[in-house]
């Protein structure tokens, strides 16, 4: 299959396009994460906020593709609504997947009306995306993938939750950022990459996000050493963002992995 993944173009007052420009690490996550004989294409609308309508026609014309998938957070709603129906004017028989914090915690917003999606994955993404695609290719039926949403007839289903994956199973590979086709990630004019050394919080603070998303689990220590001994290396952009809701949690992790970084590149 054909599939595309796109991220939103839109930016907070926080964080202008100016200071940065950052890659979503879950769209190459879930690119490493699906069977291989797929083509994948990566692309991050941030980077292309004045030409959004121009690049999707041209991905769309180039790519070809089967299912787009879009990430959402909450502000960006609107914006992902009006892509879907560019999307649906651009190739009529694509399919439609939404996934990130808003489809998994608002998924009612994406089954309305002005708003038609072929499938919802709600929480962690990997392993219920590579399912996903497995069971449209098999046309298996999709009632058996845990924390899936999708259509049937006028109405859609809501699969069990997929319970967070405790990550040392391997059952999640490392992501493939050479699925990206567009460039130009800067962070205060500086090229930049981003690297995961943690999922989840230990705190339970009542308006985050994260809690909802992840159930208050909080999972360090395998992501950093898998980080440490598969993909540092080879990640070289001068600057590189590693994120962990509570990176202090994990000095010692942290000061190894920005040691591991400084001698590759010396
Ligand atoms: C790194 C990060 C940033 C970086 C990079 C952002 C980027 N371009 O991706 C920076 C610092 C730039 C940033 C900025 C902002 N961020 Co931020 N960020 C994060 C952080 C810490 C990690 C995100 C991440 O990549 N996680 C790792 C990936 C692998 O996991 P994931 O994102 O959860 O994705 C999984 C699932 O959600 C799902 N999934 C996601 N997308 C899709 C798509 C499909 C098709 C499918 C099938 C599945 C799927 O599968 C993925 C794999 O399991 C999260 C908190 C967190 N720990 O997740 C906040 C978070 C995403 N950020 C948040 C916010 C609010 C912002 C800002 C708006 C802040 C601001 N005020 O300016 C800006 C927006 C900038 C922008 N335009 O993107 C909120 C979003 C809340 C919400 N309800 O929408 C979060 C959750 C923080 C929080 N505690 O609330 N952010
Ligand atoms: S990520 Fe920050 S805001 Fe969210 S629960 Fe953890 S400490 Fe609280």
Known sequence: MNVLLLSMPDSFEHTPTVSIRMP???????AGNIDSHHRIAVADLILVQSSVRA???QLVSAVRPDLVGLSVMTFQRKTAKRIIALLRTLKRDIQIVVGGYD??????????????????????????????LRAIEKGAGYEHILGLSFRQGEYYQHNPDRPVSSLDTKEIRLPNRDARVLSG?????????????????????????????RGGTFIPTHLIGY??????????????FFWSMIISLLTCGASKLCARQLSTRA
Do not use: H, K
């Open 227 to 240: 980080w440490l001994t598969y993909e540092t290396p080879e990640v070289m952009a001068p600057a590189l």
């Open 103 to 132: 489809p998994s915690m608002a998924p009612e917003a994406y089954t309305s009306d002005d708003c038609w999606t072929d499938f919802i994955v709600r929480g962690e993404g990997e392993i219920t995306f590579r399912e996903l």
């Open 185 to 213: 990630y800067t962070m205060l004019g500086r090229q930049v990459d981003v690297i995961e050394t943690s999922r989840g919080c230990t705190f339970d603070c009542s308006f985050c996000s994260i809690i909802a998303m």
């Open 55 to 57: 690049t999707l026609e």
């Open 24 to 30: 979503n690490g879950a769209l190459t996550s879930l």
